[in-house]
């Protein structure tokens, strides 16, 4: 499989693509004034404490006020079992309003939420991930051989009892790494922790102490392996930050970044601008002539698999099967094109053959496999449903690019201009038998008015007649369909 990764940055926005295979796997995007706030520490203020949530709100200085659950405040063993796992403390035991304590976001604010908090601090670099104040050692379940394992383990003990302590969970990318890439690692993390400690004492409350990289920085740091084969970035400023960077902690992949000086958009590159406004459409196309229907709500993300115009096997099992199949790869793409999380119901077509259905399961774990995000899923429900979770930490692609349409208010859909005309006859109506006057202004869309005059012009003269004033109509260009004003002359 062979990977690369595009960088596009403006002055007012910074985008990651990441193309596996020609084809856009995932997209992020920070824009200037709006970044994500994930990893940010603060030194936050309590404002409330809640027991019956087992919760506190706290002042970091955003918008809003930050959540802070009880749990989130006591570190767990990765390594232990539930049994062992520490009992939740009581909140009203632990803080007051008024206390000021270090803190970490570890979920953006996500529409009327505020950012979720833990007093857990972890600090990411290229290899390790630093647990200050803990002595757990911990290693990623991507790197799967025991040996392997085995030899991190007793290279982190041994380099974390030189460094004075702090626990560290080694990432995915230290696999196969020396002694002398993590000793560089661990001796930066201390540096960035203790410089943050220093911060924190003289920095007031609800004010950040630590601030994540950029997100250019961020998808080197995170993203590069050796399936990357390269790095094409069309910034000059950037591609410089990227080479020090690079240098620092990824000098053997150095020859990797280059830089893009095509006249053509980076981003034209592999459709990956056209595969993004095609990440905010609800309907997704398959080869076969089947299609996904994507629905986004505020409790949950729902997945429609249909045939469409697919026919082209022997019989009607086989077809829907095929249909399924070839949905599952699609709809494991998605949901990290789209970054959809929290809770997602899956209708597939309904298979009769416990076959096909145990090898549609097979399948969509298979694929999810590949995606970088935690997700749990449950087996074909009776009728042909599948649950499925994925864990939420930012906004949808569809929530970062778009807003609430103002004319449908989110429903999707809007009033017919018929529907709006009753409405219209039903306001003069009412408003003739408020107040006294000789004529009735109505201000209306154009599409409005026009259908008034042309469809409805029996309708006004009744209506004239039975309030006995005289009705105007005045076409606004400004107006949406559904709305409209009666205005008293």
């Known amino acids: 499989m062979s990977e690369e990764i595009l960088i596009n940055s403006t002055p007012s926005e910074a985008r990651v693509a990441l193309v596996e295979n020609g084809m856009l796997q995932e997209v992020w995007m920070e824009r200037a004034g709006r970044t994500g706030y994930i990893g940010n520490i603060y030194k936050g203020e309590v404002q409330r404490v809640l027991p019956g949530l087992q919760a506190a709100f706290v002042d970091i200085g955003l918008e809003r006020t930050a959540f802070l659950h009880a749990r989130d405040m006591v570190r767990q063993d990765p390594l232990a079992s539930t049994e062992d796992s520490q009992a939740e403390p009581l909140i009203s035991d632990l803080l007051r309003p008024g206390d000021q304590l270090i803190v970490q976001v570890i979920k953006d604010p996500l529409g009327s939420k505020g950012a979720r908090l833990t007093t857990n601090i972890s600090i990411p670099s290229r290899f390790l991930v630093l647990l200050p104040d803990c002595d757990v050692i911990g290693i990623s379940v991507r790197i799967e051989e025991e040996e392997e394992r085995e030899r991190l ?10 460094a004075n302590g702090h626990g560290y969970i080694v990432r995915t990318n230290a696999e196969g790494v020396n002694d002398f890439a993590l000793s560089a690692d661990m001796a930066y993390l201390i540096k960035v922790w203790k410089s943050i400690m220093e911060r924190a004492e003289s920095a007031p409350a609800a004010s950040c102490v630590f601030e994540d990289l950029s997100l250019p920085m961020r998808a080197l740091r995170d993203m590069m392996h050796e399936q990357v084969d390269r790095v094409r970035i069309d910034s000059s400023t950037e591609l410089e930050k990227a080479r020090a960077f690079a240098q620092r902690f990824l000098p053997d992949w150095l020859d990797r970044i280059e830089e893009y000086v095509a006249d053509r958009p980076i981003f034209d590159l592999f459709g990956v601008e056209d595969e993004i406004e095609n990440a905010l459409k609800p309907k997704v196309s398959l080869k076969s002539g089947g299609y996904l229907v994507f629905d986004q709500t505020e409790a949950m993300t729902t997945v429609d698999v249909n045939t469409g115009g697919f026919v082209g096997h022997r019989n009607v099992a086989e077809t829907i099967y095929k249909t399924n199949l070839e949905a599952v790869q699609s709809l494991a793409r998605q949901l990290r094109l789209r970054n959809l999380g929290g809770i997602i119901i899956i209708d597939f077509i309904d298979m009769t053959d416990e076959e096909h259905r145990r090898q549609l399961m097979l399948a969509l774990e298979r694929e999810l496999e590949r995606d970088p995000v935690k ?27 778009c807003i609430t349409c103002p004319q449908c208010e989110g429903r999707g859909t809007i009033k017919s201009s018929k529907t709006v005309c009753l409405e219209i006859f039903r306001e003069i109506m009412r408003s003739s038998r408020q107040f006294e006057a000789s004529t009735l202004m109505v201000l209306a869309s154009p599409h409005v008015v026009e259908n008034i005059l042309d469809e409805q012009s029996a309708t006004v003269a009744e209506l004239e007649e039975l309030i006995g004033k005289t009705i105007r109509f005045q076409r606004e260009d400004q107006y949406a369909q559904e709305q409209y004003d009666v205005v008293l002359l």
């Open 153 to 162: 383990r007793d290279l982190v003990y041994r380099l974390r009892d030189e």
């Open 375 to 401: 997700t749990s899923v449950t087996e074909i429900s009776s009728l042909g449903l599948v649950e499925m979770t994925r864990k939420r930490t930012t906004e949808s692609l569809e929530r970062r690019l």
